[in-house]
């Protein structure tokens, strides 16, 4: 679950982690779509692109503390987004999502992720936004 702090606003329901190399790498290229109420935590990074991708979608960057230190609202594909040294993260969304949930630059964030592996669930809790 992505939670805005500031607003008590639910931004998506489930985070998909995406910290090693090649989840990282990975990312959203070749998929069709970023569904509803999902996310995408890639950790480390600040900056993004959306080349081999056919949709928009909205990036979130965050510091150490998941507080927004800069927004792209409806990225395009085939696009390189800005880079953001202060961003230590960062939450792909789909488009739309930033407007329609009034999350702002300043706002801080609770990260819950539930990972899903082969035989079980491993969950990794995030408490005020601190891992």
Do not use: W
Not at 5 to 24: C, D, H, M, N, Q
Not at 29 to 41: G, N, Q, R
Not at 89 to 117: C, F, R
């Amino acid at each position: 679950m992505l939670l805005n702090l500031e607003t008590g606003k639910i931004i998506a329901r489930k985070v998909i982690p995406a910290y090693s190399f090649f989840k990282r790498l990975k990312g959203l290229m070749f998929s069709k779509e970023l569904a509803y109420e999902c996310a995408i935590h890639i950790k480390p990074c600040s900056s993004v692109h959306t080349f081999f991708m056919n949709y928009a979608i909205d990036v979130l960057y965050l510091d150490s503390e998941k507080r927004i230190v800069a927004i792209d609202e409806s990225l395009p594909p085939k696009r390189i987004g800005k880079l953001y040294m202060q961003a230590e993260s960062v939450i792909e969304l789909p488009s739309g999502t930033i407007a329609k949930s009034q999350t702002k630059v300043g706002h801080k964030l609770l990260i819950d992720i539930q990972n899903i592996y082969i035989g079980g669930i491993h969950d990794e809790k995030q408490v005020n936004g601190s891992y």
